[in-house]
């Protein structure tokens, strides 16, 4: 059993689509009939719907608000207030704007409806932050709280992508912030969960469509219940970590959320691993202070100090700051520790649980050693190698590995280096047999659908083969089944590709590549041609035949230990150069050969089974066949170079 306080006051709240239209209802419904109305950054049709719906209650208007609320703004604003005998403020825009409404409601107690076009979340606030001479002075009171809140949700869907996301994450702060509040209490933990979860499903389907409408509802809602967790209950290290960097090195207010927050929750998070699993589970992550970085690393929100403008020069003294003052927050706030959550945030680095709690030797060695990575000049480099280390001391750990499976390990990989030369890579082959080598080309080959598929290149293509005339016969006489080819190459348009230079291999009736038999006197099953005016190549060679990959080494052993076959399904394989087109390479497969299912490199892809029709009778080029032979015919899509 918990035993808890719950305590608030809360705005009145309209939500919906088009709710603009029930603005001056709001107005009415708290006795008022002279607005002064307020907005900042709003897209001129969206103002002239606001105005449209308040009709003749609209006396005067101001679009001043700028950030952190300064008193000079405000009292610029309430001289127009005045001058027009004002009885009531409706404000449309993001925190700005609702900040101006905030300071003019606290001098005058004239009530407030807002409509807001962010999700800042600060109207369900009775906080106010204003700047005099520099310095930020927050205060709460009743007056403050706005009386009404339109959500309008078309008025937030044309708020770009990248405002989405810090805005989205400033929301989602809130969220999490009230989850370890010692205030905290089921009503809000309720609230704030929903919120990460909304905003956590939402804002990659923004990254597809920014005006879908569901994602943007989901996001306002979103916006609205962790606005109300701000309202109701205290906020930790990162509030005031925000509050500090904004104030003193004028930092922007979203953005700079957006980069601390995965920091501030690693810092925490050794404190609160209940709190972490659940707003993990909210987000759909495995873990939930990365999980909010990889979040916005996939939407390329802001990731680091160093990019809002921060001096690093300053760390320290912000570190200082945000610890001088004791304020509550689940782990102690020390400058050293905030200094080094600060250094990670100003590097962009991605956090994987705050620093090692004290005590666990693993992980303080594993932060040695990323931390032995800080100055890498490559940030890629950086990148790269501290997430390696990270998964690979995880994966010690997570296993317990002994010294001898390590031994195993190191000695697989020196066979694996000692069986390679220059026609074995042994390396390659267990990239591939790994799927490595597929998510690879998946990833940074993935293809419009109007471009054909690519495969893996695999251990057996040579440079340079023997340039071989349009009809020729490649196979230099080895037996198998005839098989005529015949593949065009268009581009994206349907365009016949001219000159493009395409290299073919294949293995033997055996299931073997000529540089895998020395005795062979090659090159055989290799050639480079060049396509004619239609974009056509055409060539005779052998049907290609299912083949075990080189099996007599580390790879071979990895997959007997696995209880797995070494076969590939059987394939032609083409490589594709054009004049101002992406090289394509992939692979042919025979439709009803063995292995499709199993194939051991993993490189079959639907698109790219083709049926290899059996025939008999006369050839397309007149060649004398007794018996049956083959035909492939193809269309190969390239695409044009991108830019
Ligand atoms: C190949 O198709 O040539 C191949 C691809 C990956 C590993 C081994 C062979
Ligand atoms: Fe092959």
């Not at 990989?413 to 990239?431: A, K, Y």
Request: charged fraction near 20%.
């Amino acid at each position: 059993m918990r035993t808890f306080v719950h305590s608030s006051r809360s705005s009145r709240v309209v939500f919906g689509f088009g709710t603009v239209d029930r603005l001056r209802e709001e107005v009415g419904r708290l006795g008022c009939s002279r607005v002064l109305l307020l907005f900042s950054r709003v897209p001129a049709d969206a103002s002239a719907r606001v105005r449209e719906a308040l009709g003749d209650l609209v006396v005067a208007e101001f679009d001043g608000a700028v950030m952190h609320t300064p008193v000079e703004v405000t009292e610029q604003a309430l001289a127009v207030l005045r001058d027009a005998s004002a009885d009531c403020l409706v404000a449309v825009g993001g925190g700005s704007t609702t900040g101006l409404s905030k300071a003019l409601a606290l001098r005058t107690d004239l009530p407030q409806v807002i409509l807001p076009t962010t999700y800042a979340g600060s109207e369900v606030t009775p906080v106010l932050g204003e700047t005099r001479d520099g310095r930020k002075v927050t205060q709460s009171s009743a007056a403050i709280l706005p009386e009404t809140v339109v959500y309008d949700v078309n008025f937030s869907s044309t708020l770009p992508l990248g405002l989405s996301v810090t805005s989205g994450v400033n929301a989602l702060a809130h969220a999490v912030e009230a989850l370890y509040s010692a205030e905290s209490n089921p009503l809000t933990d309720q609230q704030a969960l929903d919120a990460i979860s909304r905003i956590a499903r939402a804002l990659p389907r923004l990254a597809d469509d920014p005006a879908d409408p569901a994602a943007r509802a989901d996001l306002l809602h979103a916006a609205w219940l962790a606005g109300t967790c701000l309202a109701t209950v205290g906020m930790g290290l990162h509030h005031k970590l925000c509050h500090t960097l904004g104030g003193s090195f004028d930092l922007p207010h979203a953005e700079t959320h957006t980069v601390v927050l995965p920091h501030a929750m690693a810092y925490n998070a050794p404190a609160v691993p209940e709190v972490m699993r659940r707003i993990a589970d909210a987000l759909g992550a495995a873990d939930a202070p990365s999980g909010v970085h990889d979040l916005v690393t996939s939407l390329g929100g802001p990731t680091s100090l160093r990019d809002l403008g921060m001096p690093e020069s300053g760390l320290a003294r912000a570190a200082e700051l945000a610890a001088a003052t004791p304020y509550p927050n689940p782990r102690e706030v020390t400058a050293e520790g905030v200094a080094a959550l600060l250094s990670d945030a100003w590097h962009g680095r991605r956090p994987t649980g705050g620093p090692a709690p004290a005590g666990d030797p693993l992980a303080l060695l594993t932060d040695q050693v990323v931390a032995s990575f800080a100055e890498a000049p490559d940030p890629r480099v950086r990148v790269l190698l501290t997430d390696l280390v990270r998964r690979l001391h995880g994966f010690v750990k997570d296993n317990d590995l002994t010294d001898s499976e390590w031994q195993y390990a190191i000695d697989f990989l020196t066979r694996t280096g000692q069986i390679s030369g220059p026609t074995r890579q042994e390396f390659v082959l267990l990239s591939d047999t790994l799927g490595v080598s597929s998510a690879v080309d998946l990833l940074t080959n993935s293809r419009t659908p109007e471009t054909t598929p690519s495969a893996v290149l695999g251990p057996f293509y040579v440079e340079g083969p023997p340039e071989t005339a349009l009809g020729n016969d490649i196979s230099g006489g080895l037996p198998g089944s005839p098989l005529w080819v015949d593949v065009r190459i268009l581009d994206t348009a349907g365009k016949p590709v001219e000159d493009a230079v395409v290299d073919v291999w294949q293995s033997n009736e055996d299931g073997f590549y000529d540089v895998q038999l020395p005795d062979l006197d090659g090159p055989v099953l290799r050639a480079r041609l060049r396509s004619d005016g239609e974009g056509r190549i055409t060539f005779w060679s052998i049907l290609p035949s299912a083949y075990p990959i080189p099996d007599d080494g580390p790879v071979g052993q990895m997959l007997a230990a696995v209880g797995r076959h070494p076969y590939r399904a059987p394939h032609l394989h083409f490589m594709i150069d054009a004049a101002g087109h992406r090289r394509l390479i992939t692979q042919l497969f025979v439709a009803g050969g063995d292995y499709l299912d199993s194939d051991t490199v993993f490189g079959v892809k639907d698109a790219l089974v083709v049926d290899f029709t059996p025939h008999t009778g006369p050839t397309p080029d007149g060649r004398r066949i007794d018996g049956e032979w083959r035909r492939l015919d193809y269309t190969f899509h390239i695409a044009p170079l991108a830019g």
